[in-house]
């Protein structure tokens, strides 16, 4: 009975060190982000940089829906169409 007692306030332990790892993990990524911010805040070309920001974020978003969303062509049908055009290539 002792050995799960043990067991359980050590993992008890774990659990709190894990939550406590996170929100240190939290709190400086926030105050580094926001530093960032504040930085930015103060350029001159702010307005460009968001500009800049919102296309690259765009193009980025472009390029995860082409990733997930479209569906590859066939094997056989890639394979058909290199050997079609491998003909034509031989033909001329």
Do not use: F, I, N, W
Not at 30 to 48: C, H, Q, Y
């Amino acid at each position: 009975m002792t050995r799960e007692v043990g067991r359980r306030a050590g993992l008890d332990e774990q659990a709190v060190l894990l939550v406590a790892g996170l929100a240190d993990l939290a709190v400086s990524t926030l105050g580094s982000a926001v530093g960032t911010v504040r930085g930015l805040l103060r350029r001159s070309d702010a307005a460009e940089l968001a500009a800049q920001a919102e296309h690259d974020l765009a193009a980025r978003g472009r390029l995860v829906l082409d990733r997930y969303a479209a569906v590859p062509p066939a094997h056989l049908e890639v394979l058909a169409r290199h050997a079609l055009a491998r003909k034509t290539a031989a033909d001329d």
